[in-house]
Nanobody, 114 residues
Framework: QVQLVESGGGLVQPGGSMRLSCAAP????????MGWYRQTPGKQHELVAL??????NYADSVKGRFTISRDNAKKTVYLQMNSLKPEDTAVYYC?????????WGQGTQVTVST
């Protein structure tokens, strides 16, 4: 069973910042594309950011505000979220994907509110 362990999340005021972390097993981290998705009630998972060995992609709604990065030594992927808006409120999920294999973290709630 592959486990992606997420941390971070919580309540933040609009305009604030927050960092999410996702730790993955070595076998996954080194060869899989790592991404962050988010979901709000009644909606499908939305891709927020994706990092592969050669590229980084962001949803248009977060470009310029969010940054995805990876620490190879710690086998951890980060999502730095700045200038947060109420519409960023969602459950954020870490995902590892390669070919037909896809693994998910447990999800962490991010709430942007006064």
């Amino acid at each position: 069973q592959v486990q992606l362990v997420e941390s971070g999340g919580g309540l933040v005021q609009p305009g604030g910042s927050m960092r999410l972390s996702c730790a993955a097993p070595r076998s996954i981290f080194s060869t899989y594309a790592m991404g962050w998705y988010r979901q709000t009630p009644g909606k499908q998972h939305e891709l927020v950011a994706l990092i592969t060995g050669s590229s980084i992609n962001y949803a248009d709604s977060v470009k310029g505000r969010f940054t995805i990065s990876r620490d190879n030594a710690k086998k951890t992927v980060y999502l730095q979220m700045n200038s947060l808006k109420p519409e960023d409120t969602a459950v954020y999920y870490c995902n590892a994907r390669k070919d037909f294999f896809s693994y998910w973290g447990q999800g962490t709630q991010v709430t942007v509110s006064t």
